[in-house]
Structure formats: structure tokens, C-alpha cells
């Protein structure tokens, strides 16, 4: 049974930082490309950043040179490491990740960031 669960939102003011953590199990996870999407209110969830199994990564360019993916195999995590936030950032992350063999989807149960003064 493939498990995804997010750790690392909060409250923070306008130029501060967070790191949002996903511990994946039940799956071979260095094999797998691994997402973080957010979901704003009354918007639609939204790739933010992906990272290959080879370490390839993209990013949502409103985010790039203040977000940064990394992932780290022995521990079956992904991270989001979180900078200079801005108001705009407020939303629910999710990480996901999609099996191979059968497309199937898998996300956690999302961790509430807040950028708010």
C-alpha cells in the first residue's frame, strides 16, 4: 500500500522559509519521479515542483530562485525547501507521486502553508 505523508506546513511571515517533508512508503521510491502540487482557495491544484529519479527537477517559474526540490533516498523523503515565501504561496501542498506500470495517482493529505503578516 503506497503512503505519502506530508510534514513541515505552518505560519510564517512574508520572506521567511519552510521546508515541507514527504515520507513515502510502499514503493521502490528512488525509482520514482516525485511532485509537490499546491492548491490556493478556489483555485485549481497546481504542479509547483518535480524531481526524476535520476535528480532532474522542475520548477513552476514563479517559484524558481526561492523553492528548491531535493529528495533523499536512503530516507524515502522528498523535500521542499521553501524561501523568501510571499503571500501568494499560501496554499495546501500535496506531494504525489504516480506509479509506472499502472498510472495510478497517490497523493498525501496535504500540509497547509500560510504566508501572512
Known amino acids: 500500500q503506497v503512503q505519502l505523508v506530508e510534514s513541515g506546513g505552518g505560519l510564517v511571515q512574508p520572506g521567511g522559509s519552510l521546508r515541507l517533508s514527504c515520507a513515502a512508503s510502499?514503493?521502490?521510491?528512488?525509482?520514482?519521479?516525485m511532485d509537490w502540487f499546491r492548491q490556493a482557495p478556489g483555485e485549481q491544484r497546481k504542479l509547483v515542483a518535480l524531481i526524476t529519479s535520476g535528480g532532474g527537477t522542475y520548477l513552476l517559474d514563479s517559484v524558481k530562485g526561492r523553492f528548491t526540490i531535493s529528495r533523499d533516498n536512503a530516507k524515502n523523503t522528498v523535500y521542499l525547501q521553501m524561501n523568501s515565501l510571499e503571500p501568494d504561496d499560501t496554499a495546501v501542498y500535496y506531494c504525489h507521486t504516480i506509479t509506472p506500470a499502472t498510472s495510478t495517482n497517490y497523493w498525501g493529505q496535504g500540509t497547509q502553508v500560510t504566508v501572512s503578516s
Open positions: 510502499g514503493i521502490i521510491f528512488s525509482t520514482y519521479t
